[in-house]
């Protein structure tokens, strides 16, 4: 049913918050935690899908609130908040049997491919037992320029010396989703069905909710679908 978004993909990755786990209200309570902490009335956490120092740029700019931290301080009180509220993360419906099938079944290299920082990443991995699913994993401070650059993602590429043609991420912010395509790589995009599709790139091949729909239906194609739909029709007894 989905294989269509497979063909000749050799390598699939994976963003982290928002994609493969259900991380925004836990991001949003350590960001209001830390501008309570400084006395600021609580607006938003910037945008999602950007690092935790970008977001805090655009917050503080935007709300023309003045630093009685440096940022570096705001940005690893805001990690330490996080971290003390893993137990509040939840992993993406059907992310389990759908790397397992990737994995195990189809022999594919899966990629961690993250704005997060490492020091979060590592604790994020570890709590949820990530390790030994994904072959590589990358964050957005191993890297000049994070997401929507495309820096995070050609790094990875070049690690496992796979052209972007044959890769397929799986993405959802709007700032994953760009840095993907900046890369020349096709997305499915794990969508929150508020984001108008109109603002994602054109390599954005597929929406989905979840990973729910995908174990079990990546083996054949829209096509071979609608051949097996039609053979059932014929060998149906006729009135």
Known sequence: ??????????????????????????????????????????????????????????????????????????????????????????????????????????????????NTARVVTDKVVAYLEFGKVFDFVICGDEVKNPKPAPDIYKKTLDHFKIPAKNTLAFEDSLVGAASAAKAGISIILVWDGVTSVRKYPDEVIGYTDSFAPLPGNIDTTHYADIIKQVKELETEPQP
């Open 1 to 114: 049913m989905f294989g269509d978004y497979f063909i000749d993909k050799t390598l699939i990755t994976f963003d982290l918050d928002g994609t493969i786990i259900k991380s925004e209200s836990t991001w949003d309570a350590a960001f209001k935690k830390v501008m309570e902490l400084n006395g600021w009335v609580w607006t938003s956490a910037g945008q999602y899908g950007a690092s935790v120092r970008e977001r805090w740029e655009r917050v503080l700019a935007e709300n023309k609130l003045e630093k009685a931290r440096p940022i570096t301080e705001l940005v690893e009180l805001t990690h330490t908040e996080f971290i003390n509220q893993l137990s509040q993360l939840v992993v993406t419906d059907g992310f389990w049997p759908f790397a397992a099938e990737l994995k195990f079944k189809h022999k594919l290299p899966l990629a961690l491919v993250t």
